[in-house]
Nanobody, 123 residues
Framework: QVQLVESGGGLVQAGGSLRLSCAAS????????MAWFRQAPGKGREFVAA???????TYADSVKGRFTISRDNAKNTQYLQMNSLLPEDTAAYYC?????????????????WGQGTQVTVST
């Protein structure tokens, strides 16, 4: 049974930082593209960042220069370091996994999803 479990969300002031983690089990983690998506109330699921099995990163324009995605294959865990947070970053953040070869920015390409962790950025 595949499980993706996010942690690290919370309430932070604008300009602050948070680090999200996603622990995976039941999947060959090192072979999968891992990603973060987010969804704000009343909006669709939005791509944030992805990291391929060989460490190639892709970012949404809205987070470039502020967020950093990384992975530790030995720990079956991926991370999202979020700096210079803005109120518009407020959303539920979801971890996702897909087999290589899919379109990394497209939610429907992802096979597995976590339950999400809430990030709230106050002014």
């Amino acid at each position: 049974q595949v499980q993706l479990v996010e942690s690290g969300g919370g309430l932070v002031q604008a300009g602050g930082s948070l680090r999200l983690s996603c622990a995976a089990s039941g999947v060959s983690f090192s072979m999968y593209t891992m990603a973060w998506f987010r969804q704000a109330p009343g909006k669709g699921r939005e791509f944030v960042a992805a990291i391929s099995w060989n460490g190639v990163n892709t970012y949404a324009d809205s987070v470039k220069g502020r967020f950093t995605i990384s992975r530790d294959n030995a720990k079956n865990t991926q991370y999202l370091q979020m700096n210079s947070l803005l109120p518009e970053d407020t959303a539920a953040y979801y971890c996702a996994a897909e087999r290589p070869g899919g379109a990394v920015v497209t939610p429907r390409e992802y096979e597995y999803w976590g339950q999400g962790t809430q990030v709230t950025v106050s002014t």
